[in-house]
């Protein structure tokens, strides 16, 4: 019940395509829902994060859509670029401690 | 601002040494954790410290232990190191639960 799901395990986009990454969790007691990107040889850096009480949150680029009754949420990646390419984890916390994906590796071509 | 240092980035231990990572959160931080990230298994949780108590512990054997310090500084220690041990150890400092965690660049510790 702690685990949290997440697919694709690996992307390839175009450059300027849309890149959508999925996750699903069980424990309803998940009450914040971050994401991360790591590059080789770092740490994961925070991108964007969401609570249950929206649907959905934009950042720039990047939009997380939030399904509480699926219990499944969702990055989206809008105008991909080869910066991007690097693994994206999904997160979600009940205020103890994080429980992370498994990692998609995305990897947009030129 | 200073984001999350730890230290060293590299060590190489052999079987059956014990090692001590450190990690210096974001000043301001209380709450620390630690992960072990291998390409087996992922981002997992070791445990978290705030204010200098353990909150919260994964599931690892009590051959990995923690402290930290009253400047919110953490240390990670394994004893008695296993093949199996070698992996980038993270830090992430946070400044309440259920808040932004942000991850230092680890430690890449190999065991041979």
């Known amino acids: 019940q702690q685990q949290v799901k997440q697919s694709p395990q690996s992307l390839i986009v175009q450059k300027g395509g849309i890149s959508i990454i999925n996750c699903a969790y069980e424990?309803?007691?998940?009450?914040?829902f971050p994401w991360y990107q790591q590059f080789p040889g770092k740490g994961p850096a925070l991108l964007i994060a969401?609570?249950?009480?929206?649907s959905e949150k934009k950042e720039g680029r990047f939009t997380i859509s939030f399904n509480k009754s699926a219990k499944q949420f969702s990055l989206h990646i809008m105008d991909s670029q080869p910066g991007d390419s690097a693994t994206y984890f999904c997160?979600?916390?009940?205020?103890?401690?994080?429980?992370f994906g498994p990692g998609t590796r995305l990897s947009v071509l030129p | 601002k200073a984001g999350v240092t730890q230290t060293p980035r590299y060590l190489i231990k052999t079987r059956g040494q014990q090692v001590t990572l450190s990690c210096s959160p974001i000043?301001?931080?209380?709450?620390v954790s630690w992960y072990q990230q291998t390409p087996g298994q992922g981002l997992q949780f070791l445990f978290e410290?705030?204010?200098?108590?353990?909150?919260n512990k994964g599931n690892f054997p009590g051959r990995f232990s923690g402290r930290q310090f009253s400047n919110s500084r953490s240390e990670m220690n394994v004893s008695t190191l296993e093949l199996g041990d070698s992996a980038l150890y993270l830090c992430?400092?946070?400044?309440?639960?259920?808040?932004?965690?942000?991850f230092g660049q680890g430690t890449r510790l190999t065991v041979v």
């Open positions: 992430a400092s946070s400044f309440a639960e259920n808040t932004e965690a942000f």
């Open positions: 424990n309803t007691a998940f009450d914040y």
């Open positions: 969401i609570r249950p009480d929206v």
């Open positions: 997160a979600a916390s009940n205020g103890q401690n994080f429980v």
């Open positions: 000043s301001g931080h209380r709450s």
């Open positions: 410290y705030f204010s200098e108590t353990q909150r």
